[in-house]
C-alpha cells in the first residue's frame, strides 16, 4: 500500500514508528496519530543532530511510553489481576547487538532499561530478580508506589475483556515500536510493549523476541512488530520479512504483506509492522484494522492509521507537538 522507494544512491535518514495493530475507536484515532507523529519528529531530531540511530530509536519509543494511548509503559494494558508487566527489545544493525527483557513492573521506560542490557549486562536478555537488581545497579528507579502505570482506560478494557468471552485476543493493541536508518546506513530497531489484555501473570509475548517482535541488521535492514504475539513468535516474522526479501530481491512492502497474510492464513492472528531496507525504503504493512504509523524523512512527516490513511505535512507544523504535551505522563527523575 505504501510506497516510497528510493533511487538515491546516498540514503537519506528516516525514523519511523508505529503504535500498535489493532480496532481502534474512532474517537481514540487522533490520540493516536498525535503521539506517533511526536514520537517520529522526536527521534529523527536526535538523527538531525548526528545522534546515534540506538538513541533516535530509544527516544522515540520512550515518547510513546510516556503517553496514555498507547500499550507501552504509561497505559500499558492490564495482565489477569489488574498489573502492568512490560516487555521490550533494542537491536543495533551494526553490531547486532540485542537488548530484551519480560515482565517488568513499575518502570516508565522499559527501553531505557533494555538498551543498558544489551550495552552493560553481557547478555542478551534478562528477566526476573536479575532483571530487578541489575536495572537497580544501573541507576533505575523503579515507580513507588507502584501501580503509577495503570489507567482507568486499561482497568476499563480489563473490565470489559473479562465479561467478554475472552476469545478477542486483538482488542486496541498500542505497542509501540520505531526503526532508524542513518545517512552511513546504521539502523536500529526498538519495541516495547504491555503485552495483551488479561494475560497471565508472567506471560512473554513476541515483543521481547530477537527475530519475532525486533530485528535490525544494517545488510537486511530493520524491523519492528505488533499484533497477536503468540501467534507472530511461532513463525519468526521480523527475521522473516528481511531475509525474504534478501533472497528474493523483492522490496519489503510486498514480502511484508505477503507474510503478514500467510500467517494470518495458517495460523490465525492479526498484526502489523514497520521497516526500513539498507537504501531506506520504508514498509508499513498490517492485517488488523488500524495501526497508527509515521515517519520523518527530511522536512516532511507522513502518518495514518489505517490502510487507506496517508497523510504527509510539513515537519514544522507544530499542533502535533502542542496537543501531544498535555498527555505526556510526568514522573520525578525517571529513567
Ligand atoms: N505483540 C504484543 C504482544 O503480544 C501485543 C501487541 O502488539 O498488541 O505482547
Redesign the pocket.
Known amino acids: 500500500m505504501i510506497n516510497v522507494q528510493r533511487s538515491l544512491s546516498v540514503i537519506e535518514p528516516v525514523l519511523i514508528v508505529h503504535g ?3 480496532t481502534v475507536s474512532e474517537d481514540r484515532i487522533p490520540g493516536k496519530l498525535r503521539g506517533v507523529t511526536l514520537a517520529a519528529k522526536v527521534g529523527y531530531q536526535v538523527l538531525a543532530r548526528n545522534g546515534s540511530v540506538l538513541e533516535a530509536v530509544e527516544q522515540a519509543v520512550r515518547i510513546m511510553e510516556a503517553d496514555r494511548f498507547f ?1 507501552a509503559g504509561y497505559g500499558s ?1 492490564l495482565n489477569i489481576v489488574g498489573d502492568v508487566e512490560m ?1 521490550a527489545s533494542i537491536m543495533d544493525g551494526a553490531t547486532k547487538a540485542t537488548g530484551c527483557l519480560s515482565g517488568v513492573r513499575d518502570l516508565l521506560h522499559p527501553i531505557s532499561l533494555a538498551r543498558a542490557i544489551m550495552e552493560r549486562s553481557g547478555h542478551n536478555f534478562l528477566i526476573g530478580d536479575g532483571l530487578h537488581s541489575f536495572a537497580l545497579d544501573q541507576g533505575f528507579q523503579f515507580l513507588d508506589p507502584p501501580g503509577q502505570l495503570v489507567t482507568q482506560y486499561a482497568k476499563d478494557v480489563l473490565d470489559e475483556w473479562k465479561a467478554s468471552d475472552q476469545t478477542d485476543r ?6 509501540v515500536g520505531a526503526v532508524a536508518i542513518d545517512a552511513d546506513g546504521n539502523i536500529a530497531a526498538a ?1 516495547s ?4 489484555t488479561g ?1 497471565r501473570v508472567g ?5 521481547p523476541i530477537i527475530g519475532s ?1 525486533t530485528y535490525a541488521d544494517n545488510r537486511l535492514g530493520g524491523i519492528s ?6 501467534i ?2 511461532k513463525v519468526c516474522i521480523a527475521y522473516d520479512v528481511l531475509r525474504t526479501a534478501e533472497l528474493t530481491g523483492r522490496d519489503l512492502q510486498p514480502v511484508a504483506d505477503e507474510l503478514l497474510d500467510a500467517m494470518n492464513a495458517s495460523l490465525g492472528g492479526t ?2 509492522l514497520v521497516a526500513v531496507d539498507s537504501a531506506g525504503n520504508v514498509a508499513v504493512a498490517h492485517n488488523s484494522k488500524h495501526m497508527s504509523w509515521a515517519y520523518q524523512r527530511g522536512d516532511t512527516v507522513a502518518y495514518g492509521a489505517s490502510k487507506e490513511d496517508f497523510n504527509m505535512q510539513p515537519a514544522t507544523d507544530s499542533q502535533f507537538i502542542s496537543l501531544a504535551e498535555d498527555r505526556i505522563f510526568e514522573v520525578k527523575s525517571a529513567h
Open positions: 500498535g495493530a489493532g500499550n494494558v516487555d486483538s482488542g486496541e493493541g498500542g505497542t519495541t510493549t504491555g503485552g495483551v494475560k506471560r512473554v509475548g513476541d515483543t517482535g512488530l505488533t499484533g497477536d504475539g503468540d507472530i513468535m498484526a502489523g
